[in-house]
């Protein structure tokens, strides 16, 4: 059973940081490329970061450029997302993903709220 389980997520300020966790199972993990989405009520799913299964190539949406990065280990079977000046804009919950052969996996997400 393929499981991707998020935490990190929570309240802070404009300005500050937060680091998002993504521990994978029941799944190859470190050939397999991961992604952060994140969505807001209303609105749909918004791709904001990926990176490749090596750790070596990664993409962002350009709202979030210079301010979250995606890493990953593959020995704990995890992938980070770093989100540092967060704004308010970036309240959502936030969904790791990842593509089966004939579907896609999601975590449960994880709040990140920003106060202003």
């Known amino acids: 059973q393929v499981r991707l389980v998020e935490s990190g997520g929570g309240l802070v300020q404009a300005g500050g940081s937060l680091r998002l966790s993504c521990v994978a199972s029941g799944i190859g993990f470190s050939l397999r490329p991961m992604a952060w989405y994140r969505q807001t009520p209303g609105s749909q799913r918004e791709l904001v970061a990926t990176?490749?299964?090596?750790?070596?190539?990664?993409n962002y949406v350009d709202s979030v450029k210079g301010r979250f990065t995606i890493s990953r280990d593959n020995a704990k079977r995890t992938v980070y997302l770093q989100m540092n000046s967060l704004k308010p804009e970036d309240t959502a919950v936030y969904f790791c993903?990842?593509?089966?052969?004939?579907?896609?996996?999601w975590g449960q997400g994880t709040q990140v709220t920003v106060s202003s």
């Open positions: 990176i490749t299964g090596d750790g070596r190539a990664t």
């Open positions: 993903n990842t593509k089966g052969s004939v579907t896609d996996y």
